[in-house]
């Protein structure tokens, strides 16, 4: 039996928000930046009340369609998009994809990170096999006579 052949019926839907972090990074540069300007106790005021009332951005979540077989389908704000996995580099707790339009190599690519916490426990491993099945099917192909 050859190892060679990968279950090409793979997929998974990913639903992409914007993360918090924007969020709360801008509160921490407004801490940090009255701090610095009049003080830790108003800062720290001003931070809170940042928190407590500040709405983060709301955008409509993305659709991100992963298969093994390329094109990848990223959907959002009416926009859709086919799009080719070029690269990926995994860390401890995250996913950044290297996202380019096949069909205009002019576009410039997407860089996209998924954290775990954001999509699930089992999308988050349908997504890693399928990055890896994806890296091992275009290992397959360059090794191909």
């Given at each position: 039996?050859s190892?060679?052949?990968?279950n090409?019926?793979?997929?998974?839907?990913?639903e992409i928000r914007p993360?918090?972090?924007e969020?709360y990074g801008?509160?921490?540069?407004?801490?940090?930046?009255?701090?610095c300007?009049?003080?830790?106790?108003?800062?720290?005021?001003?931070?809170?009340?940042?928190?407590?009332?500040?709405?983060?951005?709301?955008?409509?979540p993305?659709l991100?369609k992963?298969?093994?077989?390329?094109?990848w389908?990223?959907?959002?704000?009416?926009v859709h998009?086919r799009l080719?996995?070029?690269?990926?580099?995994?860390?401890?707790?995250?996913?950044?994809l290297h996202?380019?339009?096949?069909?205009?190599?002019q576009?410039s690519g997407?860089?996209?990170?998924?954290w775990p916490?954001?999509?699930g426990?089992?999308?988050w491993?349908k997504?890693?096999v399928?990055?890896?099945?994806m890296?091992?099917?275009?290992t397959?192909?360059?090794?191909a006579?």
């Amino acid at each position: 039996m050859s190892s060679s052949h990968l279950n090409l019926h793979w997929s998974v839907s990913l639903e992409i928000r914007p993360g918090r972090f924007e969020y709360y990074g801008k509160a921490c540069m407004l801490f940090v930046a009255v701090a610095c300007l009049a003080g830790f106790s108003l800062a720290l005021a001003l931070a809170a009340i940042f928190l407590a009332y500040a709405q983060p951005s709301r955008s409509n979540p993305s659709l991100l369609k992963v298969n093994v077989s390329q094109p990848w389908e990223l959907t959002g704000n009416g926009v859709h998009q086919r799009l080719i996995l070029r690269q990926f580099w995994q860390g401890p707790f995250w996913l950044t994809l290297h996202l380019e339009n096949p069909f205009n190599n002019q576009m410039s690519g997407k860089l996209i990170t998924i954290w775990p916490f954001t999509v699930g426990k089992t999308d988050w491993r349908k997504l890693r096999v399928l990055c890896h099945a994806m890296r091992w099917n275009r290992t397959l192909q360059q090794e191909a006579p």
